[in-house]
């Protein structure tokens, strides 16, 4: 296990206007999608893990947080579930193409694809998520334009194939191609300190997991709930946005979306959650 | 206008809070003042009762931006009694009026709930109307947390 | 802006049942207190009111403001004695006018 090393709390402190940090169990309670789906959010960590726990960012939310993700009607991510559905159906491109007019129908075709990836690419050399992905088809298949960042239809489209896998547990292959040494390069970054605040990663999701910097109950910082609906934004947020976000708060200028850095980092913290079932959308504050 | 420090730290918390929920200071924020001339304005100058009427609303909010808020108030909800209408203010708004629901003998029980932008830590206040012409009145505070780095 | 509307509704209920309605509506919300990078400030664009209506009559209805979150939701009661037809109503600052219906089956 690796240890993120003495914690710099009084720079935590200044930089967050924190002045006592707080311990919280987390929730204590299960989630079960309308009262069906029973999701994994609590499962015992691999051996060579550095938590015993893997444990959902779920159980860090409020009540009523928790409870909007529990109910498919109240979460405001299935609007955009709906929307990417919407654009799976949709002919775009030269090709006269849509994305079902391979795929056929994404509950049969998709079911599991997004609690596998980020995967192996071999003609790419390197990983792609489901993003980049989409790109592919996009450009190779379809005829049609690349989504650009955070286009709205790329987090619809992502978020609709994403949610096909609600449930599953998240299972990368890491075997496949050059995944280990992504991993490798992944961890590294995990546990770089970085910015003028001198934080990395760990420091807040391994180090201060379960503790708070301001009102903010800090995760484990998984990644099976990518995209995810924000209340802050009150939109879905990306794995990639979210990642920038966190490095923009360290004070430290952060790696283009999709750049090597950012996507071995999503194969390692992708890893670190395996077990838990994707949340796809998942709600958080 | 003269501040005491307590005024000025509630001022700046909220400005903050502002920033972080995505609204921008405005220079005319709602007071209690306005508050209440907005809550005349919906009763017609009855005073409120307490009781009847329960206002459900977090005490911590993890974000401004998405706060869910209930109202439940008992009436038989009969052509002969009913509650006309429920209306929302929240006092450290910019504007002090949320939303009015507005009920029927047909909707069989004076129940609704939604989500509100909060602009800072506050008191949320619910006024029921009946058809009699009563006024109830509930309230609860909200705090607002501002969240981890970014706020 | 294009909004899309959800709403559930029980298929089936008896006679004189209150029953629980849920409704979700795509839309910004854009509050008329934010400024854009250049310091202008970014003009009101909500959904101002909403209407619930059984077989013409109006159950419940709600004026907005702009505080109401983006993605306005709202849950509410109906009390039904017949078989009918649900209408949902959203109208926007623009004008626009977002409407969907649902059955229910009363016995």
Redesign the interface.
């Known amino acids: 296990m690796r240890t993120p090393g003495i914690l710099a709390a009084a720079a935590l402190a200044l930089a967050m206007g924190a002045t006592s940090l707080v311990f919280a169990e987390p929730a204590d309670e299960e989630l079960v999608i309308d009262g069906e789906i029973e999701m994994q959010t609590r499962v015992e960590a691999a051996e060579d893990h550095p938590f015993d726990e893997v444990i959902s960012g779920w159980h860090y939310r409020t009540e009523e947080t928790r409870a909007l993700e529990a109910d498919s009607f109240a979460n405001p991510g299935m609007l955009y579930v709906e929307e990417g559905e919407e654009i799976w159906n949709t002919v775009e491109g030269s090709q006269g193409k849509s994305c079902a007019s391979c795929h056929d129908d994404a509950a049969e075709s998709m079911a599991g694809v997004g609690a596998s990836y980020p995967k192996w690419n071999e003609e790419a050399g390197k990983p792609f998520n489901i993003e980049l992905q989409i790109n592919a088809c996009r450009e190779q298949n379809m005829g049609a334009e690349p989504y650009k960042f955070d286009a709205p239809q790329q987090k619809a489209l992502t978020t609709f194939i994403k949610h096909q896998s609600l449930g599953e547990p998240v299972d990368i292959d890491l075997e496949a191609g050059e995944m280990q040494s992504w991993w490798d390069r992944g961890e590294d970054l995990y546990y770089t300190r970085t910015g003028q605040l001198d934080l990395a990663c760990a420091t807040c999701h391994e180090g201060y997991n379960g503790q708070y910097i301001r009102a903010d109950h800090l995760s484990q910082g998984n990644a099976n709930g990518f995209p995810t609906y924000r209340l802050k934004q009150a939109n879905m947020v990306s794995l990639h946005n979210r990642f920038r976000g966190c490095i923009r708060d360290t004070r430290a200028e952060f790696p283009d979306a999709f750049s090597d850095e950012l996507m071995a980092l999503e194969v390692y913290v992708t890893w670190r959650g395996e077990g838990l079932s994707v949340e796809t959308p998942a709600v958080r504050q | 206008m003269k501040m005491n420090r307590r005024q000025m730290m509630a001022a700046t918390a909220g400005a903050a809070a502002f920033v972080a929920t995505g609204f921008r200071i405005s220079p005319a924020r709602a007071t209690p003042e306005a508050t209440q001339e907005a809550i005349d304005a919906f009763t017609g100058g009855a005073k409120p009762e307490t009781g009847r009427i329960t206002l459900d609303a977090p005490e911590i909010a993890e974000n401004g931006n998405t706060v869910p808020i209930s109202v439940s108030v008992e009436s038989d909800m009969t052509e002969e009694s009913y509650v006309e209408e429920v209306s929302l203010f929240a006092e450290g708004n910019p504007e002090a009026h949320v939303a009015t629901f507005k009920f029927s003998p047909m909707s069989g029980s004076a129940d609704a709930t939604t989500r509100i932008r909060l602009a800072s830590s506050q008191n949320v206040i619910a006024v029921a109307k009946m058809n009699d012409g009563s006024v109830f009145m509930d309230t609860k505070e909200v705090k607002v947390t501002i969240g981890g780095c970014g706020g | 802006m294009a909004s899309?509307p959800?709403v559930?509704v029980p298929k089936t209920a008896s006679a004189g049942d209150?029953?629980d309605i849920?409704t979700?509506i795509?839309h910004?919300m854009e509050?008329g207190?934010?400024?854009d990078a250049d310091g202008n400030t970014i003009p009101r664009q909500i959904i101002n009111s909403f209407t619930c209506e059984?077989n013409g009559?109006?159950?419940?209805?709600?004026?907005?403001?702009?505080?109401?979150?983006?993605?306005?939701?709202?849950?509410?009661?109906?009390?039904v004695n017949e078989s009918g037809t649900f209408k949902f109503t959203w109208v926007d600052d623009d004008g626009s006018v977002y409407e969907t219906e649902e059955q229910i089956e009363v016995s």
């Open positions: 899309r959800r559930r209150v029953i849920k979700l795509s910004q509050s207190q934010r400024k059984f009559q109006v159950v419940f209805a709600c004026d907005i403001q702009p505080a109401v979150s983006a993605n306005p939701y709202m849950e509410f009661k109906a009390k």
